[in-house]
């Protein structure tokens, strides 16, 4: 678990499985639009064949307090709460 000042919250129902926040943690962490080496899996409900994105990584760092990931999201599907007081992302 990292404590660093904020939160980040999933919200499955809203991920459409384009990967763009893979591809952004990816870049951030290593300069390369690489989604396995992101910090985050996409796991498929083989029922619904939806998807939901899952933070992977003890090496989180919430991107410092500016979560690539979330920015990413274009629905929302990852926020990102920078005044939550004892964030963490596990
Ligand atoms: S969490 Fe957002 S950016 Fe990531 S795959 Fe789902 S919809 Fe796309
Ligand atoms: S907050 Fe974590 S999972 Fe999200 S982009 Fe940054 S390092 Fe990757």
Do not use: H, V
Not at 39 to 58: G, V
């Amino acid at each position: 678990m990292i404590s660093i000042g904020g939160r980040l919250t999933i919200w499955p129902d809203r991920c459409r499985g384009c990967r763009s926040c893979q591809m952004a943690c990816s870049f951030t962490k290593t300069l390369e639009y690489n989604p396995s080496a992101s910090y985050i899996i996409l796991e498929r409900d083989l029922e619904t064949e939806k998807t939901a994105p899952m933070i992977k990584s003890l090496r989180c760092d919430l991107c410092g307090g500016n979560p690539a990931c979330a920015a990413a999201c274009s629905y929302k599907a990852i926020t990102f709460e920078p005044n939550w007081e004892s964030g963490s992302c596990e």
